[in-house]
């Protein structure tokens, strides 16, 4: 009967760790600020899920699996939202949507607007690989504070494209829509 | 008298300080601020005085204070060196102060409340130096004497006096502190104590070339006695005004040095100990030196107070020069000097007072003919100055004789030849001026026609002249007083 | 395999090189900070990597477990109360950056030296 | 356990205690009121201790009951109860004396918190005084290094807050180079208690970790104690806290670290460690002379009066290394002798100081012409502090000199060069006392400066000539500090009384 | 042989994140970077057997303090440095440092050696008399709170002082800010009132961190807690509410004047049970004369002692935290 269990256990926490690592090789692989949070959100609750359920059949019938379980609600509660706010205040920020390749040398016909974007989805990206439930606070705080560098860039972006004339008056989410179209023809 | 000697004591130190704070309430009140220094100046007299025939009778009036440092008392001792020195500055106070009264007027100087409350305090210091018992209470007082001396030199304020009363302090505190602490510091190391005993508390605890460098450092560091790379500040203090100068010169600053290298020859080394001791011939030379080269520069000077520092120089060094001869004649003879020279020379300063006060002249060259308008002051002049070249009548012979005496003792050549030329220098420096005073006519007009200067002046002039003249009459009760000194 | 034993305390002391060439190199009053922080928590990981005994477990004692090793509580201890004097002492210095910034209108040191030296 | 029995508890808990209840009621005055009471009743309770420990007799209070090596326990000897009495004393002064100018420089709406910063710079200074165990140290260390950034950051001038800020970031590296060196110690002993620790460093064999444990810990307080290299946080520190704080830091603050310094390098590394003396001689020695001629030198040439008197302490704590360095008994008591005088001497001039400032608004020595007639008794005060860091008779400054003297005399031909050293320098600071002195008397009042007549208030010369009277005091009557010296002295080198 | 391989791991991780915070030039990114560095530190901690040092760490570490960072951040607007200063003095200090301790621990005791001098001296009598003096199953909280009782009376006054620090630096109403723009500031902290799922699901988890921290509290005699933790873990879930609800709604949730109270109040008690124990006639912090029989009172005296650390503790974070919101509100 236990080695059952054990079987079951072991598949499931290698389904969860190969989700992980997929989820880590995505957040690599993928060309430019939302597929690559896409990749990391879905695979971390997905993955943490089947690890925790994995454990939860090693513990028996002690106390520990409702403890797992206890954990297992807090993150299927909270990683999500985590992945949502954080998206949500990106597209807010006007975190271009431009492609790059995967060496992030930017794709050669958007040089003029992914040349400051790329400052921006760096260091965004590096956030969201950190997401762990502990500082679920801390993440919608970087939400919150990635508002005002994109202000910040937002502002020199209309100086760097004064000469370009209209795309200066557009808002944020003219950015967006315009980003959407083009992804799905760029990526290699 | 009515109280016991170590009270006396007592009350010598409190007195002046008591007359400072008096004065000090009495600020505003001119004639009642004179009275009060006149009769501050004669209680400390009395009482100074009146310890006297107990000295003669061999007595050794004893006073402790408290326990500053484990070991170390401020304690006080009276013996005949100090009783010398504090009749002398108590005596002398009341003189200068009956002068500076007069000088003070005649020149109406600002802030003159802070003049004699710092010359109270200065005084205190002196009597404190005269009769402290060991070393350490005598370094006290020294360096109260040097601060409180400090407002008196920069008394005018202004960049000048501020500048050379700076030199004047450096020099003081620099040495005192420099040299003379580590000096003390060292001795009661080796010696385990401080105290000024007959005989010497080195004896044989010191091995000799330390003995050398021991004596220079005392010598160098008591910078008041004024050995002539550390002279500078005498020069530098002709800035005050001449009450101050003759305080400084003939009543206490210098005599506070003089008397401290006396009494650390006698009492710390010992003059045996110190006798077979070649490295003390290193002072003599430095003695000799400093007379010889001091006499040179005062002949070129012209500004009277100038000459007369550099004078006092050479004369501080015939003391350390008698001290440092160690025979019995010799140290007898520094003591006589130290009392000759404080009239002779508080009679040319309150001279070159009373000059400046009348005719505003400070230079010598423009002072021919001036013994016709002012024939008192030059005439005291005149005695002051035979007193310091040493002609008989005056007290100067008595103490040159005894050192020469001693030297001829201790058949010691150079000595000899030093006093012998200083005093043909001395003589080359003061006659051609007293001669001009009195035989030429008035070249330079003063500013305006004047006549003697004013008379509480005169009279203090006239008095200490007379004064050079009693010490030559009357000099043998204190040669044998001084000469317990010697007794072992 | 002995060396490994010392790895703790090689760690120990790169990281203070970094922190502590952080706080030295870096102008910047926040990044010097975070240097110090890092400085800090490096200490911490002295302390408590001398606690650490082979098969001992948290200094816990259940009452129906005999002769269990533990851990040594006493650095623990210690370093409990370090953390908090570091948590405050950042945060004491996080206000004071704060008074810095609307004081002078920057926190680069040395724009602040300039500006101090001009006075 | 009688009131009696409970004093080395109680000059920390009444401190302790009052600093919650000052910092929340928020009544008009309050906190000073209640802040001064506690400093002043536990300066009475630091006087009984002196008054117990005078005999040479060493105190030892379990807390919480725990026996030695596992509970913490307070180790009360004289140099302790010494120590407490000056960190109380001048903290008591400083704040009747500060009453005035700190309601003039720190605002009615941020007093409680100040007074209660107060109160607890004053119970981690002694805290770390009395108390026998080295992580203890370390937590009173904290307390009373983050109350003093609070106490600077409150000064009036934008300055202060960098000055802070650079206050935290070295003090900070300094604590942690200490904790790093208990650290280290505990790894070769296992044990925290001071005592315990001097037995056991002894019998470690490999001896590399404890000699990196005395160097952390030797550099680690000499940071916080700002000797001469690492001392660049102190002027600016100094010269923009409030007048009232710098009385009180200037007078106690740097003291306490050199006195952990001393009680470490001597109660627990001078037994173990085969040549500690030659070590500890090679690492002060260099210091205190950089640090009287630096310090000297950086005074001279400096205008602003603070910051001038900042530096002359960089120069006196070179003298306390000195005497450190000498492991004698006398060089000992001649450093802990010079520890309590340098306190009172620069507390009275730090007082004169902030009378000075509360008029004349500014420090700067150029433009406090003519105080000499304005200010008598304020600039006498000054004078006689001045005289005292020249090291003049009647002022505490000699007898510090004295003892420092007649030790370096002992130590051969390094020891006459140290004399030479120390007179020099004490010559340097006739320069620049003189030099403000001169400004003061002699100096003429620049026309634009707005003239000032009045003397300062009462109640802030009062306490500046207690001060001023009590230095001259223990000058003339050397029994109590240099009694309690000399115990310290002979116990810490274990010489028998 | 296991707790090797993942403290090799997890050192090395560490050390790699210190350097990407040295290189970063993103201030962000370093405070982000500081919150992983002490998460990882938190991980090692555990490793080490140190359970109540990880709790402390990763509540402490990575949660107030990157708080506090990013509070700072906002309001002092600094995205980018200058470049760094002559890199030689620092490089050569920091390498000197560090040659010196590696060269003093070479000889140190290895790691988890059990016959170190460490485990032999004081450490047995704390885990043999523990069970008999105290009865207190964690040993570390029976040490924290009774044996080593003043130095956590010091660590709560240490507490006790930022605040108070914090309060005289930005208590004082703040002159008009020039730094950020008036309507920036404002327009970027009320737009997180339209992130309805983060404020649904944060207002949700409030409560549960809230009682979480009081059971961390209270079983801090039985397992790893106390009042730190405690009462920082209580702290973020305040913080998380006035950061979804916005800074006036979280002063009305827990007003200034409460905090400041709280305190206040735990420090006093925490000093008070001393005096209490000094009065019934045992020495300061004995807590054994408390009642008449020793280990209850033991008892008693932790139970009142950890609750005054966690009221301190969690005034002093919500106090700070609020004074850093409202500087920034205008």
């Given at each position: 009967m236990d080695l059952l269990l054990d079987i079951a256990s072991a598949i499931l926490l290698l389904t969860g760790g190969f989700f992980v690592f997929v989820g880590g090789f995505g957040v690599m692989r993928m060309p430019e600020f939302f597929t690559r949070m896409h990749a990391a959100s879905l695979t971390d609750t997905g993955g943490a899920a089947l690890i925790l359920l994995g454990l939860m059949l090693q513990g028996g019938l002690t106390l520990v699996p409702f403890k797992l379980a206890a954990i297992f609600l807090f993150l299927f509660l909270t990683s999500p939202t985590a992945s949502y706010a954080l998206a949500n205040a990106a597209l807010l920020s006007g975190v271009s949507t431009a492609c790059r390749n995967e060496t992030g040398a930017p794709l050669p016909e958007n040089e003029v607007d992914s040349a400051d974007s790329k400052p921006a989805s760096k260091s965004v990206a590096k956030t969201s690989a950190s997401r762990t439930s502990g500082r679920k606070t801390t993440a919608k705080q970087a939400a919150e504070q990635a508002a005002p560098k994109a202000a910040a860039r937002k502002a020199s972006k209309k100086a760097a494209k004064k000469p370009a004339g209209k795309a200066a008056k557009k808002p944020a989410r003219k950015a967006a829509k315009k980003a959407a179209g083009k992804p799905a023809g760029k990526k290699s | 008298m009515i109280f016991s000697e170590a009270d006396t004591i007592l009350y010598a130190l409190v007195i002046p300080l008591v007359g400072a704070i008096a004065i000090a309430l009495a600020g505003r009140w001119p004639n009642v601020r004179e009275t009060v220094t006149l009769t501050t100046a004669v209680c400390l007299a009395v009482v100074v005085w009146s310890l006297v025939p107990s000295l003669q009778a061999g007595g050794r009036p004893e006073l402790q204070l408290g326990e500053m440092l484990p070991g170390l008392r401020i304690a006080f001792k009276v013996e005949p060196l100090g009783m010398l020195f504090a009749a002398l500055a108590s005596?002398?106070?009341?003189?200068?102060?009956?002068?500076?009264?007069?000088?003070?007027?005649?020149?109406?100087?600002?802030?003159?409340?802070?003049?004699?409350?710092?010359?109270?305090?200065?005084?205190?210091?002196?009597?404190?130096?005269a009769f402290s018992a060991n070393l350490l209470t005598l370094f006290i007082f020294y360096e109260v004497l040097t601060i409180s001396t400090y407002p008196l030199v920069a008394h005018k304020g202004d960049e000048a006096t501020v500048r050379s009363a700076r030199v004047y302090m450096g020099i003081l505190l620099g040495t005192s502190i420099g040299l003379l602490l580590p000096a003390m510091i060292w001795t009661y190391s080796i010696a385990g104590t401080l105290d000024f005993t007959p005989g010497g508390i080195l004896e044989g605890k010191i091995a000799e070339p330390l003995v050398g460098l021991l004596l220079l450092m005392f010598a160098f560091g008591i910078g008041k006695a004024a050995l002539m790379p550390i002279h500078r500040w005498l020069p530098a203090a002709m800035v005050a005004p001449t009450p101050v100068s003759a305080l400084l010169h003939a009543v206490a600053v210098v005599k506070a040095g003089v008397f401290t290298v006396t009494k650390v020859f006698v009492y710390i080394f010992g003059i045996d100990f110190l006798f077979n001791q070649p490295s003390h011939r290193l002072i003599i030379w430095f003695a000799c030196f400093t007379i010889v080269v001091s006499s040179f520069i005062a002949l070129r000077q012209t500004n009277l107070k100038r000459l007369l520092a550099y004078s006092t120089i050479g004369q501080l060094s015939y003391v350390v020069l008698a001290a440092s001869v160690l025979k019995p004649l010799s140290e007898v003879g520094a003591s006589m000097h130290m009392m000759a020279?404080?009239?002779?020379?508080?009679?040319?300063?309150?001279?070159?007072?009373?000059?400046?006060?009348?005719?505003?002249?400070?230079?010598?060259?423009?002072?021919?003919?001036?013994?016709?308008?002012?024939?008192?002051?030059?005439?005291?002049?005149?005695?002051?100055?035979?007193?310091?070249?040493?002609?008989?009548?005056?007290?100067?012979?008595?103490?040159?004789?005894?050192?020469?005496?001693?030297?001829?003792?201790?058949?010691?050549?150079?000595?000899?030849?030093?006093?012998?030329?200083?005093?043909?220098?001395?003589?080359?420096?003061?006659?051609?001026?007293?001669?001009?005073?009195?035989?030429?006519?008035?070249?330079?007009?003063?500013?305006?026609?004047?006549?003697?200067?004013?008379?509480?002046?005169?009279?203090?002039l006239t008095f200490t002249a007379l004064l050079t003249f009693a010490f030559f009459l009357f000099h043998q009760p204190i040669a044998d007083l001084e000469a317990q000194i010697l007794v072992k | 395999m002995a060396v490994l034993g010392l790895y703790n305390y090689f760690i120990f002391a790169v990281l203070l090189m970094i922190g502590l060439y952080c706080i030295l190199a870096r102008t910047n009053i926040i990044k010097s900070l975070i240097g110090l922080t890092i400085f800090q928590g490096a200490v911490f990981l002295l302390y408590i990597s001398t606690d650490k005994i082979d098969g001992g477990t948290a200094p816990i004692i259940q009452e129906g477990v005999e002769n269990q090793i533990f851990a040594n509580p006493l650095p623990q201890v210690l370093i409990l109360t370090a953390i908090v004097v570091g948590i405050s002492t950042t945060a004491l210095a996080l206000a004071v950056t704060v008074r810095i910034k609307e004081a002078y209108g920057t926190i680069e040191e040395d724009k602040i030296q300039e500006m101090d030296r001009e006075l | 356990?009688?009131?009696?029995?409970?004093?080395?508890?109680?000059?920390?808990?009444?401190?302790?205690?009052?600093?919650?209840?000052?910092?929340?009621?928020?009544?008009?005055?309050?906190?000073?009121?209640?802040?001064?009471?506690?400093?002043?009743?536990?300066?009475?309770?630091?006087?009984?201790?002196?008054?117990?420990?005078?005999?040479?007799?060493?105190?030892?209070?379990?807390?919480?009951?725990?026996?030695?090596?596992?509970?913490?326990?307070?180790?009360?000897?004289?140099?302790?109860?010494?120590?407490?009495?000056?960190?109380?004393?001048?903290?008591?002064?400083?704040?009747?004396?500060?009453?005035?100018?700190?309601?003039?420089?720190?605002?009615?709406?941020?007093?409680?918190?100040?007074?209660?910063?107060?109160?607890?710079?004053?119970?981690?200074?002694?805290?770390?005084?009395?108390?026998?165990?080295?992580?203890?140290?370390?937590?009173?260390?904290?307390?009373?290094?983050?109350?003093?950034?609070?106490?600077?950051?409150?000064?009036?001038?934008?300055?202060?807050?960098?000055?802070?800020?650079?206050?935290?970031?070295?003090?900070?590296?300094?604590?942690?180079?200490?904790?790093?060196?208990?650290?280290?110690?505990?790894?070769?002993?296992?044990?925290?208690?001071?005592?315990?620790?001097?037995?056991?460093?002894?019998?470690?064999?490999?001896?590399?970790?404890?000699?990196?444990?005395?160097?952390?810990?030797?550099?680690?307080?000499?940071?916080?104690?700002?000797?001469?290299?690492?001392?660049?946080?102190?002027?600016?520190?100094?010269?923009?806290?409030?007048?009232?704080?710098?009385?009180?830091?200037?007078?106690?603050?740097?003291?306490?670290?050199?006195?952990?310094?001393?009680?470490?390098?001597?109660?627990?590394?001078?037994?173990?460690?085969?040549?500690?003396?030659?070590?500890?001689?090679?690492?002060l020695v260099p210091l205190g002379v950089l640090a009287l001629f630096a310090g000297s030198m950086l005074a001279i040439y400096e205008k602003n009066l603070k910051r001038l008197l900042a530096y002359s302490s960089v120069a006196q704590i070179g003298y306390i290394a000195l005497g450190i360095s000498m492991t004698s008994v006398a060089g000992l008591t001649g450093a802990i002798v010079h520890m309590f005088n340098h306190g009172l001497i620069k507390g009275g001039m730090f007082m004169a100081v902030a009378c000075l400032a509360l008029r004349y608004r500014t420090v700067n020595v150029a433009n406090l012409a003519g105080a000499g007639k304005a200010m008598p008794w304020t600039m006498a005060a000054f004078v006689v502090g001045g005289l005292g860091l020249i090291g003049v008779p009647l002022t505490p400054g000699f007898i510090s000199k004295w003892y420092l003297v007649l030790a370096a005399l002992d130590e051969g031909w390094l020891g006459a060069l140290l004399v030479a050293i120390i007179l020099i320098s004490s010559l340097l600071a006739v320069i620049y006392v003189w030099k403000a002195i001169e400004v003061a008397y002699f100096g003429e009042p620049r026309s634009n400066a707005v003239p000032v007549t009045e003397e300062a208030p009462l109640v802030m010369l009062i306490p500046t000539w207690i001060v001023v009277l009590a230095g001259i005091w223990i000058a003339l009557d050397t029994s109590v500090t240099v009694g309690l010296a000399s115990i310290a002295a002979k116990t810490l080198l274990g010489v028998e009384l | 042989m296991i707790t090797i391989v993942f403290s090799l791991f997890l050192l090395t991780m560490l050390v790699i994140v210190a350097v990407g915070i040295l290189r970063t030039d993103n201030l962000f990114t370093a405070v982000m970077l500081s919150g992983i560095f002490s998460l990882i530190m938190a991980?090692?901690?555990?490793?080490?057997?140190?359970?109540?040092?990880?709790?402390?760490?990763?509540?402490?570490?990575?949660?107030?303090?990157?708080?506090?960072?990013?509070?700072?951040?906002?309001?002092?607007?600094?995205?980018?440095?200058?470049?760094?200063?002559?890199?030689?003095?620092?490089?050569?200090?920091?390498?000197?440092?560090?040659?010196?301790?590696?060269?003093?621990?070479?000889?140190?005791?290895?790691?988890?050696?059990?016959?170190?001098?460490?485990?032999?001296?004081?450490?047995?009598?704390?885990?043999?008399r523990t069970p008999e003096l105290i009865d207190v199953p964690n040993v570390v909280t029976a040490v924290l709170a009774s044996f080593r009782g003043y130095d956590t009376l010091g660590e709560v006054f240490v507490v006790f002082i930022a605040c108070i620090g914090v309060m005289s630096l930005l208590g004082r109403v703040r002159p008009r800010r020039d730094s950020i723009e008036e309507d920036e500031f404002d327009k970027r902290t009320d737009n997180l009132r339209h992130h309805l799922i983060p404020r649904v699901v944060g207002k949700m988890l409030v409560p549960f961190i809230v009682l979480f921290g009081l059971y961390v509290q209270f079983h801090g005699d039985f397992g790893p807690g106390g009042g730190f933790q405690a009462g920082a873990l209580i702290a973020a879930g305040v913080i998380l509410y006035s950061l979804l609800e916005g800074g006036p709604r979280g002063r009305e949730l827990v007003p200034e004047w409460f905090s400041s109270l709280l305190v206040a109040l735990g420090a006093f008690t925490y000093t008070c049970v001393g005096v209490v124990s000094m009065a019934m006639g045992g020495r300061f912090l004995d807590y054994s004369v408390l009642s008449h029989d020793p280990v209850h009172g033991q008892h008693m005296g932790i139970l009142i002692i950890e609750a005054g650390v966690g009221m301190t503790v969690t005034g002093v974070m919500i106090t700070i935290f609020h004074a850093f919101s409202r500087r920034g509100i205008r």
């Open positions: - | 005596g002398l106070w009341i003189v200068n102060s009956v002068y500076s009264i007069g000088y003070m007027r005649g020149n109406n100087e600002k802030n003159q409340t802070r003049f004699y409350i710092c010359f109270a305090i200065a005084l205190a210091a002196a009597v404190g130096v020279h404080a009239f002779g020379k508080i009679t040319l300063f309150f001279a070159a007072g009373a000059i400046y006060v009348a005719s505003k002249k400070t230079e010598i060259t423009d002072m021919r003919g001036i013994g016709r308008r002012m024939p008192w002051t030059m005439a005291a002049f005149a005695v002051g100055a035979l007193s310091m070249i040493g002609v008989p009548p005056t007290g100067g012979f008595i103490s040159k004789w005894y050192i020469l005496g001693g030297a001829i003792q201790d058949d010691n050549y150079l000595a000899l030849a030093t006093l012998v030329a200083s005093t043909l220098l001395n003589a080359a420096y003061f006659l051609p001026f007293i001669f001009a005073a009195f035989l030429y006519e008035e070249d330079v007009k003063p500013v305006k026609p004047h006549g003697e200067a004013p008379w509480p002046m005169v009279a203090a | - | 356990m009688t009131l009696y029995d409970q004093l080395p508890a109680l000059v920390v808990v009444v401190l302790l205690f009052t600093a919650p209840i000052t910092y929340m009621l928020r009544l008009h005055g309050f906190p000073w009121f209640s802040a001064m009471a506690a400093v002043v009743t536990s300066f009475v309770v630091a006087c009984s201790l002196a008054a117990t420990t005078i005999g040479g007799e060493t105190i030892i209070y379990e807390m919480g009951g725990w026996p030695a090596p596992y509970g913490i326990v307070l180790h009360i000897d004289a140099l302790s109860a010494l120590m407490a009495m000056l960190i109380t004393g001048a903290s008591s002064a400083a704040l009747i004396f500060g009453a005035k100018s700190l309601a003039d420089e720190v605002g009615e709406e941020t007093a409680p918190a100040f007074f209660a910063a107060w109160l607890l710079c004053t119970a981690g200074l002694v805290g770390m005084v009395i108390t026998g165990d080295a992580f203890n140290i370390f937590v009173f260390m904290e307390i009373s290094s983050l109350s003093t950034y609070v106490l600077i950051s409150a000064g009036p001038d934008r300055r202060a807050l960098i000055s802070t800020y650079r206050y935290i970031v070295m003090g900070t590296v300094g604590a942690t180079f200490y904790l790093i060196g208990v650290g280290f110690l505990y790894m070769v002993t296992g044990t925290l208690n001071t005592a315990d620790l001097a037995e056991r460093v002894g019998q470690v064999e490999d001896i590399r970790l404890v000699l990196v444990a005395a160097g952390f810990v030797s550099v680690g307080l000499a940071i916080k104690a700002a000797v001469f290299p690492l001392h660049s946080w102190m002027p600016n520190a100094y010269t923009f806290a409030p007048n009232a704080v710098t009385v009180f830091i200037a007078a106690a603050s740097t003291k306490v670290s050199l006195y952990v310094l001393m009680r470490v390098d001597y109660a627990i590394f001078q037994n173990s460690i085969a040549n500690h003396d030659i070590q500890l001689t090679f690492f | 991980a090692n901690f555990f490793i080490l057997d140190a359970a109540d040092v990880a709790l402390t760490e990763a509540v402490i570490g990575a949660g107030i303090s990157t708080v506090l960072f990013l509070g700072a951040l906002a309001l002092t607007a600094e995205y980018d440095r200058s470049p760094p200063v002559g890199t030689w003095v620092p490089l050569l200090t920091s390498s000197a440092l560090g040659g010196v301790i590696i060269f003093a621990t070479l000889q140190a005791p290895r790691l988890g050696d059990p016959n170190a001098v460490v485990h032999k001296h004081v450490a047995p009598w704390y885990l043999d």
